[in-house]
């Protein structure tokens, strides 16, 4: 079974529009972290949030928005008036204790179109 | 040079060659990592090291074989390779090797196998 699920392939929107990406994971551990990172066509993956799971105040930075539920264990990322250079492919990730070396486990991704 | 660097950006081999990817990071980072990203899969992850012992080796073929000379550099040598190792090999680094570390990625190697 897939810890991370990133159910949407590819979403494609108008610029101005709104639109969230869902994140829903799966672990035994108390302590873990997510996160979000966003891979731009440049190919690098650049970081944009983390989250205990002891936190689950919801997050916003500008127009991103983070809604961290463990009831739902859903972690999902919103982009308010989204932008052309908003297009990119997202992932989000989990880490976990059980995981030796830390390794972050990645959803297979969300690939975002905006179009002008 | 800042942040994580690979080179070279694009590689082209043949089933029988010898090749290395190069990563150096610039961040004074304790831990680097090597991903394998291919088309519609997760991004998984190959090797780990923490200062510049390996840690993890998550049953990679032996015909990708890292190196770590230290803390700064991370090579992953190739040979052999099949079609199906064709995919984009992503090397990151982050402070220490602790749950909340945020990573920090290079731009990755596009690698196709002839």
């Known amino acids: 079974a897939q810890k991370v699920t990133q159910a949407q392939t590819e979403i494609s929107v108008v610029e101005k529009e709104d639109v969230t990406l869902d994140c829903v994971y799966e672990t035994r551990d108390t302590t873990y972290y997510l996160f979000w990172y966003k891979q731009p066509p440049s190919g690098e993956l650049v970081f944009l949030i983390r989250r205990n799971s002891f936190d689950e105040q919801n997050e916003i930075s500008g127009r991103y928005s983070w809604n961290f539920q463990k009831s739902t264990s859903s972690f999902n990322f919103t982009i308010t008036a989204s932008q052309v250079v908003d297009s990119a492919v997202y992932f989000c990730a989990l880490s976990e204790a059980e995981q030796a070396g830390t390794a972050l486990i990645f959803g297979k991704g969300t690939t975002l179109s905006v179009s002008s | 040079e800042t942040g994580v660097t690979q080179t070279p950006r694009h590689l082209v081999m043949g089933m029988t060659n010898k090749k290395s990817l190069k990563c150096e990071q610039h961040l004074g980072h304790n831990a680097m990592y090597w991903y394998k990203q291919s088309a519609k899969k997760p991004l998984e992850l190959m090797f780990v090291y923490s200062l510049e012992e390996r840690v993890e080796n998550n049953s990679v073929p032996s015909r990708f074989s890292p190196e770590c000379p230290n803390s700064s550099h991370l090579f992953l040598h190739l040979h052999t390779l099949q079609p199906e190792d064709s995919a984009l090999y992503l090397c990151?680094?982050?402070?220490?090797?602790?749950?909340?570390?945020?990573?920090?990625f290079g731009p990755g190697t596009r690698l196709t196998v002839l």
């Open positions: 990151a680094s982050s402070q220490d090797l602790v749950l909340q570390a945020e990573q920090f």
